[in-house]
């Protein structure tokens, strides 16, 4: 049984950072893509970051380019969300997904986990 299992969200000021990790179990995600997506009340989920199975290839949404840093340790199977500069309008349940299919942006993955809420206050 594959599961993903996100932690680290929590409530920040503005300008704060926070560290996201999604854990996987039951299959490594070596040579698939693993990806963060968010939805805040009221909106619909968007695509945040993308991590090739390599680790060499990111993607990022442009409303966190310069902001978030997506990396991955294959040896834990977990791949991170690092947060910086963080802004009340990224304020969301952060969940991590894996095994794209197709686009890394769009919703198509095989696997998601529950989420973490991340809160950021002005």
């Known amino acids: 049984q594959v599961q993903l299992v996100e932690s680290g969200g929590g409530l920040v000021q503005a300008g704060g950072s926070l560290r996201l990790s999604c854990a996987a179990s039951?299959?490594?995600?070596?040579?698939?893509?693993m990806g963060w997506f968010r939805q805040a009340p009221g909106k619909e989920r968007e695509f945040v970051a993308a991590i090739s199975g390599s680790g060499i290839s990111t993607w990022y949404a442009d409303s966190v380019k310069g902001r978030f840093t997506i990396s991955k340790n294959k040896a834990e199977n977990t791949v991170y969300l690092q947060m910086n500069s963080l802004k009340p309008e990224d304020t969301a349940v952060y969940s991590c997904?894996?095994?794209?299919?197709?686009?890394?942006?769009?919703?198509?993955?095989?696997?998601w986990g529950l989420g973490t809420q991340v809160t950021v206050s002005s």
């Open positions: 039951g299959r490594t995600f070596s040579t698939s893509v």
């Open positions: 997904a894996g095994g794209a299919r197709g686009l890394v942006t769009t919703s198509k993955y095989d696997y």
